[in-house]
């Protein structure tokens, strides 16, 4: 029997400045529901009682499992999620959670390809 890759190996969770949260996926990985229940348990930790936005490099990962887009819908310590990626394939993968910004999803939520352009739209008041 064999088991996917741990959560360190499947990603990094960091702070920037402005006090973003930042997960960078590993390429070519798939996100399952365990990985990401995993990732969103690390950011809850790390937020505590505070409540901050959440930039998520997603480039040249696999599409989502079904599993992994659920545990994105739970409510979290995050106030907006930005998805980061390169290209249209990666916005098609990030179009396959709950849809973007509506029903369904606890806070709003967009697709950039510019780290710069997802940080101000993250750092909105």
């Given at each position: 029997?064999?088991?996917?890759?741990?959560?360190?190996?499947?990603?990094?969770?960091?702070?920037?400045?402005?006090?973003?949260?930042?997960?960078?996926?590993?390429?070519?990985?798939?996100?399952?529901?365990?990985?990401?229940?995993?990732?969103?348990?690390?950011?809850d930790?790390?937020?505590e009682?505070?409540?901050?936005?959440?930039?998520?490099?997603?480039?040249?990962?696999?599409?989502?499992?079904?599993?992994?887009?659920?545990?994105?819908?739970?409510?979290s310590?995050?106030?907006?999620?930005?998805?980061?990626?390169?290209?249209?394939?990666?916005?098609?993968?990030?179009?396959?959670?709950?849809?973007?910004?509506?029903?369904?999803?606890?806070v709003?939520?967009?697709?950039?390809?510019?780290?710069?352009?997802?940080?101000?739209?993250?750092?909105?008041?």
């Open positions: 029997m064999t088991t996917g890759p741990t959560p360190r190996v499947a990603y990094r969770i960091s702070v920037l400045p402005g006090d973003v949260v930042r997960i960078r996926w590993t390429p070519g990985l798939q996100i399952t529901a365990s990985l990401a229940a995993a990732a969103m348990a690390e950011v930790k790390l937020n009682v505070r409540k901050r936005p959440l930039l998520v490099e997603m480039a040249g990962a696999v599409t989502p499992a079904p599993g992994a887009r659920e545990q994105w819908g739970q409510r310590s995050v106030t907006r999620i930005a998805l980061l990626g390169e290209s249209a394939v990666d916005r098609v993968h990030a179009s396959f959670g709950p849809r973007i910004g509506g029903p369904g999803h606890p709003p939520t967009q697709f950039f390809t510019s780290e710069a352009a997802a940080l101000d739209w993250l750092l909105e008041s």
